[in-house]
């Protein structure tokens, strides 16, 4: 696989995620909205752990640093970064009335976008930064485990191309309206990610950095977000098991393919 391939795998999942919206008759399931909320957060929380932090950690110690400087300062830069965004961009989320960001006269089904594209930010990023490893060579980071990520954030992205599309459609977007909508909230991951490939050289002493600053980002979006609304109101048990079966799934994916 290559290195463009890998970069648009992610992509595809929202998009295939997305079409879900065609098979739709009526409102998404609750039940299954909050059993695929809870996959999406197992998944980031087991990449942010193997796929980032574990070899951020190791990259620090060959390169004779510390092993917790870098790990520790680029995840708390990456919640900050996170914050940042949450507090500017005009968004919305599921089952809420009340908008956060800066106030804006943005159309509800716009932030609901917006929302759900600040979460695909650090998922690019992190997918770029695995490839750029791969790419430099001499990382710990093979290209098989850069596509073991890029898989997992596929795979994490089906449920949630789906969760955008389906409400949207619930809040009477037509299904083709609202199948682009999903589509175009993730198409910041393959740009971002291509752009810290086109940045490798550069980013090679900061690599330990950029992996943890990754993690951290994803992780704001597991705790601010994802978590909180799968256990809000009924049967939060089941999102309980959407994250221990994403967890799993993503730490099989990363430590046999990686």
Known sequence: MNV???LLIPFLGTTLGSAMVFLMKNKMNNKIEKLLLGFASGVMIAASVWSLIIPSIDMAEEQGKAA????SIGFLLGIVFLLVLDSLIPHLHLKSEKPE???SKLKKTTMMVLAVTL???????AVGVTFAGAVIGNTGITMAGACALAIGIAIQNFPEGAIISMPLKSEGVSKSKAFLYGTLSGIVEPIGAGLTILLTNAVVP???YLLS???GAMIY???EELIPESQAGKHSNIGTIGVAIGFVIMMILDVALG
């Open 4 to 6: 463009f391939t890998g």
């Open 68 to 71: 917790w400087i870098p790990a």
């Open 101 to 103: 960001g800066v106030k």
């Open 119 to 125: 979460h695909n930010i650090p998922e690019g990023m």
């Open 206 to 208: 900061v690599l330990p």
């Open 213 to 215: 600053f990754a993690a």
């Open 221 to 223: 979006v597991v705790v």
